[in-house]
């Protein structure tokens, strides 16, 4: 475990232990063993992620004379899906035994698990097999119930092992997908030093440093991550299983998760890629999210906001009223229009709160510019980063229309209570001309246009 991981784990509130390293399946079975004693275990996998770990991880169960159920495993093709039907089947399974689940698979396995064993008030192991998404050690599991993906609410795993030899194996577009939900940690990051400086919401240094401070290393080569290289993956892996970490030390997913999150979650609620095969990853639409907010951060950086004129920004910010006639013009569905409107509603700000930040934003701009600056990787590189492993670059890649593409600057800001650089330019009243200037002539993505239908 490395000291980050270890200080990590101090602070997590579900998790006891982080087994992360090459070639570590074979202390699974010495870790449930030590962590959950007396305990009979039950392998859950589908087919695909039985072949990478299921026999080894069992054959270590064993030897440390773990007790075991029959597995569970489901059909790997097609891959199991993160439906609530799912949830209750293998709790209806487990159920009657008395058994902990020791998880081995991915991001959906790993939902369907921990929400199973979370309804039974059981705790589980999760045996990483892809470097595909941070929510190893997350709490939270997102599965579709009535029609749309949601959070609910249950433990992260007790414990959770990430061989790194696994998980440099795994397939590129997992892969891909775990890099774009590591490199949104950076305009995240610049998310939350936003708004902490204006008041709206503090920042936890120490939980910071657990996702902040090695992730430049851990992109650092996106050549070596695509090829499988070992030493390569080391930093994606640890840096997903302590985001995830950091989630639970803060009891929220602030720190892992800004604006470019939000572009995703709101694609994600209105089913792009569901149907796709295999169906389009978290991560994959975070990365297009991070190149997103990484331009407009680059757009908002080449003003002087140092010069912003803080009475005349007050005085045109829309009423709420006059904010909720825009919302419900802007093409959410009868479903998801309540849920905007109330989140919007509720990160509205006062006129004296408006005043407030809108002060702190024009005084503090030289000093806050340059820690954003310093925060952020320029918007080119990060999709380089993402083209070198696979990963989505382009809304055409995912069947965005350039219309549903734009808009989601501004609607991803509506879905969310959570303040980011979207509120920030939209109090300052700069938002509309920052998202215009980026697809107008010379904009970044008026550079990068559609292909021609
Ligand atoms: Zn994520």
């Known amino acids: 475990m490395t000291a980050l991981i270890e200080r990590a784990v101090e602070r997590a509130t579900d998790t006891r232990a982080i087994v992360a390293g090459a070639d570590v399946l074979s202390r699974v079975g010495p870790l449930v063993a030590e962590l959950l004693p007396g305990r009979t275990a039950i392998v859950v996998a589908d087919e695909t992620t039985w072949a990478v770990a299921g026999e080894a991880t069992t054959a270590s169960l064993a030897a440390a004379g773990v007790a075991l159920a029959e597995p569970y495993v489901l059909p790997g093709t097609p891959p199991p899906y993160a439906g609530y039907e799912a949830v209750e089947a293998l709790r209806d399974h487990l159920a009657p035994l008395d058994v902990v689940v020791v998880l081995v698979g991915a991001g959906t396995l790993n939902d369907i698990a921990k929400l199973a064993s979370g309804e039974l008030e059981r705790p589980y192991v999760c045996v990483a097999t892809a470097p595909s998404m941070d929510g190893y050690a997350a709490f939270g599991a997102s599965i579709a119930k009535d029609g749309y993906k949601q959070t609910m ?24 997908s775990g890099v774009g939900d590591l490199v949104e940690k950076l305009p995240g990051g610049a998310d939350w030093i936003l708004a902490e400086a204006l ?62 999150h939000q572009c995703s979650h709101l694609w994600e609620m209105e089913g792009l890629g569901v149907h796709d095969d295999p169906p389009l990853s978290h991560g994959l639409k975070v990365g297009l999210g991070t190149i997103m907010l990484t331009a407009l951060y ?34 959410f569905s009868e479903q998801l229009l309540p849920a905007a409107l109330a989140q919007s509603e509720a990160k509205h700000p006062s006129p004296e709160t408006l005043l407030a ?12 510019s340059e820690r954003l600056r310093a925060q952020l990787l320029p918007a080119d590189e990060v999709e380089r980063i993402l083209a070198t492993v ?16 734009r808009a989601t600057y501004t609607r991803a800001m509506r879905i969310r209570s959570r303040y980011t650089l979207l509120d920030v330019l939209h109090e300052a009243g700069v938002l ?22």
């Open 199 to 260: 008041g709206a919401e503090p920042l936890d240094a120490d939980v910071w440093a657990l996702v902040q401070e090695p992730l430049r290393a851990a992109l650092a080569d996106p050549e070596g991550i695509r090829d499988g290289d070992v030493a390569a993956t080391v930093g994606l892996a640890d840096g997903l299983v302590l985001s995830g970490l950091a989630m639970q030390a803060h009891q929220s997913s602030r720190p892992a998760s800004g604006a470019g």
């Open 298 to 331: 680059e757009e908002a950086l080449r003003r002087d906001l140092g010069a912003l004129d803080v009475d005349a920004a007050v005085d045109a910010f829309p009423e709420w009223a006059a904010i909720a006639r825009s919302i419900r013009r802007e093409g």
């Open 357 to 368: 930040r809108l002060t702190i934003l024009r005084d503090a701009w030289p000093t806050l």
């Open 153 to 176: 609410t249950c433990p992260a795993p007790i414990a959770v092992v990430a061989d790194h030899r696994v998980l440099a194996a795994a397939p590129g577009r997992m892969t891909a």
């Open 432 to 453: 509309d001309e920052c998202i215009d200037a980026l697809f107008a002539p010379g904009g970044f993505w008026a550079e990068r246009p559609f292909p021609a239908a």
């Open 390 to 405: 696979g990963a989505v670059t382009h809304p055409s890649q995912i069947g965005l229309s350039p219309e549903a593409f």
